[in-house]
């Protein structure tokens, strides 16, 4: 499903999860050969990309070595005190998926 990300309430990406190489059930294979999974395991499995450029991205670090390829130059900064990330994964048909939205605002460690 696509992932719909947005910072400081402007699109930064769309991309698909359709393009992953591995799938989730692959991924939790994988990592039960070297290590025992319990209930509660967080596994991640990377940024979302996709090959088209016009998906956008999920992740800045991408979205900066895109553009030193791309443009020849970093265009996009890191995020700021102040900034927010909004990500949410919905389904082909606009429906909201299936983990709600996570949205996190960077604040001062005070």
Same mark, same amino acid.
Request: charged share 25%; with cysteine; aromatic share 6%.
């Given at each position: 499903?696509? $992932?719909?990300? &947005?910072?400081?309430?402007? /699109?930064? +990406?769309?991309?698909? +999860? &359709?393009e992953m190489n591995f799938s989730f059930p692959q991924l939790i294979a994988h990592a039960a050969r070297s290590r025992k999974l319990t209930s509660g395991c967080i596994l991640g499995s990377g940024t979302v990309s996709?090959?088209? /450029?016009? #998906?956008? &991205? #999920?992740? =800045? &670090?991408?979205? /900066?070595? =895109?553009?030193? =390829?791309? $443009? +020849?130059? =970093?265009?996009?900064?890191f995020m700021k005190f102040g900034d927010t990330v909004r990500m949410q994964a919905k389904f082909d048909d606009g429906t909201d998926g299936p983990f709600g939205v996570i949205e996190q605002k960077v604040i001062a460690n005070k």
């Open positions: 499903m696509p $992932l719909h990300v &947005s910072w400081n309430n402007q /699109r930064f +990406g769309e991309p698909h +999860g &359709s996709n090959f088209a /450029r016009e #998906a956008g &991205s #999920a992740c =800045i &670090s991408e979205r /900066r070595v =895109i553009e030193k =390829i791309d $443009l +020849g130059e =970093i265009k996009t900064g």
